[in-house]
Nanobody, 125 residues
Framework: QVQLVESGGGSVQTGGSLRLSCAAS????????MAWFRQSPGKEREGVAL????????RYTDSVRGRAFISQDNAKDELYLQLNNTKPEDSAMYYC??????????????????WGQGTQVTVSS
């Protein structure tokens, strides 16, 4: 079973940048994709970005496309999310996620079974 540990969150002003990291351990090479999700108080967890492990193809939710960039270092089993030109609505707990067996690897919480503890991002105006 994979273990995921996020880091890199913090406070940033509107228009600033953050780089989130996720260290993965435990059979990570078998996962077809990895993703970042976020959740703010009172809202459902939403998919932010996804990357397919072998092809490197990326997927983004509309609200971050052009501002967020997901990347991976398969040798280190690490996943990253670069978030630029941040907005107050980007404030949330950000989670790294690995898919459930047989998942279609879409940016949907139902496709993911393994989650980190999250790292908080706060964007002030």
């Amino acid at each position: 079973q994979v273990q995921l540990v996020e880091s890199g969150g913090g406070s940033v002003q509107t228009g600033g940048s953050l780089r989130l990291s996720c260290a993965a351990s435990g059979h990570t090479s078998s996962y077809y994709c990895m993703a970042w999700f976020r959740q703010s108080p009172g809202k459902e967890r939403e998919g932010v970005a996804l990357i397919y492990r072998n092809s490197g193809v990326e997927r983004y939710t509309d609200s971050v496309r052009g501002r967020a960039f997901i990347s991976q270092d398969n040798a280190k089993d690490e996943l990253y999310l670069q978030l630029n030109n941040t907005k107050p609505e980007d404030s949330a707990m950000y989670y790294c996620a690995a898919p459930r067996p047989g998942s279609r690897c879409r940016l949907l919480t139902a496709d993911f079974a393994y989650w980190g503890q999250g790292t908080q991002v706060t964007v002030s105006s």
